[in-house]
């Protein structure tokens, strides 16, 4: 494993940009095996590690796409009215037993299966009943509005690839195959710990130069969403022996272990010294603000990444760069793309060429069209501009000074499914 590019626990002074610590996380990093079978409902989030494949045809019979008449196309005439016998009914789920013959027709609703001897289905919107005959339109193709047998899926195929994660719509399609339990992979085990003298559990009152732990909150929150078996190790204090211990049961205990604060210069010659015993961990400086100390790499089996402390600076890091490989790690394939979107910011922005910057955002609609904001308190100790915000702006590393009426990329807080 090489995780150095020129820039490891050597020399922390180069300094690497997202996109190439990103590919070398995601490089470096490999699925891991292990899986459990369980119900349909219970593989909601979690990832499949073996193809759904259509043990049957969907739909399984040739059916009515729509309420009307199934007819035998020979019997119409092209270009006028015919006038045939209706001999019976097929609804969804209770079908028409006989034959459909010379000049005759089933009334039909939409899913009852085709009945033998009708080709092609009429739209009761054009037909005219009059008693037992009706009277449909020159005109009508031969096979409109009938959905074949394994149209939407044929038996054999694969309806869901291994490695995708599943949501409601695959929830659905898996039971539309009749399938009652899948093969998903087995959860991933994350330790955390937040790292700092000064930090305090929530829980009892603050001493004098102390503040409240809230990142091992904020990593509950995202990891917990992410499906993880969580692991929290509580507030460990700036000292090795304690760090030591804690990294050596973490890493005992887990797949990932994370970590917060300590890897800012000054602090992280420490947790550096501690590592290069450990394990094989790399140090970087990363083009990006907020975030830009980081460390990732492995002790023992385990990866380990350590987020800088400032709480934005950890949620920033963790979205652009842990969420995607514990993805990754999870067995997730292919990663997916995160769309960027271009809009018009409203705001001016200060910014520094050199680095990408992700600012929170607040995408609202004006006269029908979308804009963005920047939150109005961008420090990177500030939680609530996280709070107050539903985007990132992303202001990448050749980009200057922004002004108000400019476009610039933002990346969505949320999905809808
Ligand atoms: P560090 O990266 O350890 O130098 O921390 C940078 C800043 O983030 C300091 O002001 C810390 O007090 C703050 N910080 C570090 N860890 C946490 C945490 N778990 N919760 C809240 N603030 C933190
Ligand atoms: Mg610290």
Redesign the pocket.
């Known amino acids: 494993m090489n995780l150095d590019n020129g820039c490891g626990a050597s020399d922390a002074r180069k300094s690497l940009s997202v996109e190439e610590a990103r590919r070398i996380i995601l490089e470096t990093l490999s699925p891991l095996s292990g899986w459990e079978r369980v119900a349909t409902r219970a593989a909601l989030g979690r990832i499949l590690t073996e193809d759904v494949v259509a043990p049957c045809n969907v739909p399984a019979h040739d059916n009515s796409a729509m309420d009307g008449y199934a007819v035998r196309a020979d019997d119409l005439s092209a270009d006028s009215e015919s006038t045939l016998q209706v001999v019976g009914t097929a609804f969804a789920g209770r079908g028409f037993s006989g034959i459909v013959g010379k000049g005759q027709a089933v009334r039909i609703m939409t899913g009852g299966v085709m009945p033998m001897g009708a080709d092609t289905i009429v739209v009761q919107e054009v037909a005219r009943l009059e008693g037992d005959r009706v009277s449909v339109p020159g005109g009508i193709r031969r096979g409109q509005n009938v959905r074949r047998a394994g149209e939407d899926l044929a038996e054999g195929a694969v309806a869901i690839a291994r490695g995708k994660l599943v949501g409601p719509a695959e929830l659905g399609l898996i039971a539309s195959l009749g399938i009652p339990e899948v093969s998903v992979a087995r959860r991933l085990r994350v330790a955390f710990f ?3 003298d ?2 305090a559990s929530i829980g009892r009152p603050l001493a004098p130069g102390e ?1 409240y ?4 909150y904020t990593l509950h929150g995202a990891l917990t969403r992410l499906g993880c078996e969580l692991l929290d190790m509580g507030v460990i204090p700036d000292r090795p022996e304690a760090l030591e211990a804690a990294f050596r049961d973490a890493a005992a205990a887990s797949d990932v272990v994370l970590t ?5 210069v000054g ?1 992280a010659d420490f947790i550096r010294e501690l590592m290069e015993r450990l394990g094989e961990v790399s140090f970087w400086k990363i083009d990006i603000k907020p975030g830009r100390p980081m460390a990732f790499g492995r002790i023992g089996n385990t990866w380990m990444f350590g987020l ?4 934005v600076a950890v949620m920033v890091t963790y979205y652009q760069f842990v969420m995607d490989a514990l993805l990754k790690i999870a067995g997730l394939d292919p990663l997916p793309q995160r769309p960027m979107v271009p809009v018009v910011c409203t705001t001016p922005i200060r910014k520094l060429s050199g680095r990408r910057e992700y600012l929170r955002g607040q995408l609202f609609a004006e006269d029908g069209v979308w804009k963005v904001r920047s939150a109005s308190a961008q420090g990177s ?1 500030i939680l609530r501009s996280m709070s107050e915000a539903n985007c990132f702006i992303v202001l990448n590393e050749s980009r200057g000074e922004v002004a108000p009426g400019d476009t610039v990329d933002v990346q969505l807080f949320d999905g809808l499914v």
Do not use: A, F
Not at 260 to 264: C, D, L, N, P, Y
Not at 308 to 311: L, M
């Open positions: 937040s790292t700092g000064e930090l503040v732990d809230s990142n091992r917060t604060g300590g890897v800012s602090e800088p402390g400032n709480p100790g």
